[in-house]
């Protein structure tokens, strides 16, 4: 090294003096403002995906109220063609003839 | 001269002046914010919370009903159906009249009618159809007519029409139970409805958050009944045919297990379909005559004034007596059934094969240890057995509104009270039921043993599992065993030799044990009784050594000659020998 650079050296404060950072008033403002909005759209989001659940829900609960009320008119339908009346006026029915005598087999045990 | 001089007065006081002004608004408007926000918070909080809050009550579902099927198990009766109710505000229809044919061509009725309706611009609101199918509904959305608009309500549906409509009853339109089981267990099958607190949008959907408060609705029970569809069909369509063929008002047949008091068929003629309640016009039909309708049986009570005899031990089904074909009872002649003469040494199986009055009015004065004379302790005896044992005069507390509790008269010796216990005894006032009837034959058929007729079988739980409801028994020893197979075989002679004979079947000989009763009308003022018109009533039941069923059958009015016999006993024939192919009952003799 040479004789220059050790005399600069040689008059160098070895220790480093905390930097003195300063915000101006108008730095610090925006910043401030800058977060508030950060904060603010981040609880947007939230609140707005909160709603958006509760549609999702109410679509769901169309979809099963639709699929309860199809189940019931098929239970309906069901009873309906099994119904006394249904299997009186039935095609089968009309081929039937009404039971006469009946004879029943005995059994020796 | 300037009005208002500012000399004199310094820069400092100016600014004061201006703080005082500035600073008194302010201060009013921080008082009345802090007056708002913290004496006034809780009101403004609910007022807020009510702007963007809203409730909804969440209905419940209504508990089914179903019925056994025979051996196949168990078939819905009573189910919920999704329909539409299709309205119109007719500020909004542009085009009544094309509006009208459309809707025709698709749900048919009147275009004239729905013209009508929707022309009627003043008017908001006008219904055009209901229970509109979800398909029809969903065509009707297609063609996107204006003012014209759907919506869904559950209904009551009864898939099997007009099958044991007065049992069951129906429900109306502002959802409770009328007539009938749905009467009787509304309160069971509503459920209660729950509560949705919830914010909300600008369309009124909820949002989810946190705070909504729900309270699930408990949906109501559903239960299966004791009535067998196929012997309640059965029923109704042997009871149609009788009816006709002797040209009566109205009747009723009731089947029963004496086994249990189950109810397997109550008939009812005539009838209506609880889906198209609100068409009926006579309110009659709602009623379940075999619970609500007391009336005087007649002679069938003629069993059980014996059955009192037998048990005490006052006579056996061979003791004799002396019919001097009437006999005076406070001045009055009551005599046998027209027809029937006097003679000595008949029996009391004769008594009933015969239907002899002057013989049960013996057994009535037996009772009292009085052979000539109808005394209190008689009296007494008979209330006793018609009441406490038999259960006449008291409702049986079976599953049904507006059941009747007939009526017995007390025993006393008020002038006159003779003469109405010599009437009761076969049968004259004295009011009952048929299903009081049932039962009672059914303690005799089994034995002694009076069951709680019933129509509950179980209750359906959620997962399809059922929860049996036990038979009740309402007391044991009615009479002793031996009473009640002495009674019963007076009542097969009835069958084979009596007024019964057309209900003997070939095959099932001395198995059917029954009684007739054909009975006067009393008048509605309490005057005397109707001429010329009468109930008939059959009740029986088989077989004797394995009793399956307790049958009865009422015709009111019959147009037709003859009595019980005729009107009533050839459907309770034909309904037993039904029963005993349906029930797999052998005959019991070659």
Redesign the interface.
Same mark, same amino acid.
């Given at each position: 090294m040479s004789t220059a650079i050790y005399t600069a050296r040689r008059n160098q404060n070895l220790y480093r003096q905390p930097t003195k950072f300063k915000l101006g008033a108008n730095s610090a403002t925006l910043i401030i403002i800058a977060i508030i909005s950060l904060l603010a759209l981040l609880y947007l989001t939230q609140v707005t995906k909160t709603g958006v659940l509760g549609y999702q829900l109410s679509d769901l609960s169309t979809k099963r109220d639709d699929i309860v009320t199809q189940k019931r008119d098929l239970s309906v339908e069901a009873a309906r063609l099994q119904s006394i009346q249904t299997i009186r006026n039935s095609q089968t029915a009309s081929r039937m003839v009404p039971v006469a005598a009946v004879s029943y087999a005995s059994t020796n045990n | 001269m300037a009005i208002f001089s500012t000399e004199g007065i310094t820069r400092r006081q100016r600014l004061r002046v201006a703080a005082v002004l500035v600073f008194i608004p302010m201060a009013l408007i921080v008082a009345r914010l802090g007056y708002l926000q913290i004496f006034r918070h809780e009101y403004y909080s609910l007022k807020a919370v009510g702007e963007h809050t809203r409730s909804y009550e969440i209905p419940a579902t209504r508990g089914e009903l179903y019925v056994q099927d025979g051996d196949n198990g168990t078939?819905?009766?009573v *189910? =919920?159906? @999704?329909l539409n109710i299709l309205w119109a505000n007719p500020h909004f229809v542009t085009d009544p009249g094309g509006t009208a044919a459309k809707i025709a061509a698709l749900i048919g009725g009147d275009v004239n009618s729905y013209k009508d309706k929707l022309s009627q611009s003043d008017s908001r609101y006008a219904l055009l159809a209901q229970k509109l /199918? =979800?398909d029809l509904a969903d065509k009707l959305r297609a063609l996107k007519l204006k003012g014209i608009g759907l919506s869904?309500q559950d209904y009551r @549906?009864y898939?099997?029409?007009t *099958?044991a409509a007065q049992v069951l009853g129906f429900v109306n339109a502002d959802g409770q139970g009328q007539y009938g089981v749905e009467q009787y267990l509304n309160d069971s099958l509503e459920g209660t409805p729950g509560q949705l607190a919830a914010k909300t949008?600008t369309n009124g959907? /909820?949002? !989810? @958050?946190a705070d909504n408060i729900i309270s699930q609705p408990k949906d109501g029970k559903s239960y299966v009944l004791t009535i067998d569809? =196929?012997i309640e !069909?059965m029923a109704e369509a042997e009871l149609a045919t009788q009816i006709k063929a002797s040209h009566a008002k109205s009747g009723s047949v009731l089947v029963m297990d004496p086994t249990s008091g189950a109810i397997r068929a109550m008939a009812n003629f005539p009838t209506y379909d609880p889906n198209d309640y609100n068409k009926v016009t006579d309110y009659n039909v709602f009623s379940n005559q075999t619970t609500s309708s007391q009336y005087e049986p007649g002679s069938i009570m003629k069993a059980f004034t014996m059955a009192a005899g037998l048990d005490v031990g006052k006579v056996t089904p061979t003791s004799t007596y002396d019919d001097p074909g009437c006999v005076m009872v406070d001045g009055r002649n009551v005599c046998n059934a027209a027809g029937d003469k006097a003679g000595n040494g008949k029996t009391m199986t004769v008594v009933l094969r015969d239907s002899l009055n002057t013989g049960v009015m013996y057994v009535l004065r037996l009772l009292g240890g009085d052979v000539k004379n109808i005394t209190l302790p008689g009296k007494q005896m008979l209330y006793d057995y018609f009441v406490n044992k038999f259960g006449f005069g008291q409702k049986t507390g079976i599953e049904q509104s507006g059941e009747a509790a007939g009526k017995v008269n007390k025993p006393s010796t008020a002038p006159g009270n003779d003469i109405n216990y010599a009437n009761m005894t076969f049968g004259q006032g004295v009011s009952v039921t048929m299903v009081q009837m049932a039962a009672a034959m059914g303690a005799i058929a089994n034995g002694g043993r009076l069951y709680q007729p019933h129509l509950v079988a179980a209750e359906l739980k959620a997962d399809g599992s059922q929860q049996k409801v036990m038979p009740k028994v309402v007391r044991d020893h009615v009479i002793s065993a031996s009473a009640a197979k002495d009674l019963a075989q007076m009542l097969t002679v009835v069958v084979m030799h009596g007024s019964g004979w057309k209900a003997n079947i070939k095959g099932y000989e001395n198995q059917i044990a029954g009684k007739t009763g054909t009975a006067q009308i009393a008048k509605p003022d309490g005057t005397g009784y109707i001429d010329g018109a009468n109930i008939g009533s059959f009740l029986g039941y088989a077989t004797v050594v394995n009793p399956k069923f307790v049958l009865m059958v009422r015709i009111n009015e019959p147009q037709i000659d003859g009595y019980a016999e005729t009107t009533t006993v050839p459907a309770f024939r034909d309904i037993c020998d039904w029963l005993f192919?349906y029930y797999n009952m /052998?005959?019991t003799t070659k």
């Open positions: - | 078939v819905p009766i *189910l =919920n159906q @999704t /199918p =979800n869904q @549906t898939p099997e029409g *099958l949008d959907i /909820p949002i !989810a @958050t569809r =196929n !069909a192919k /052998p005959p």
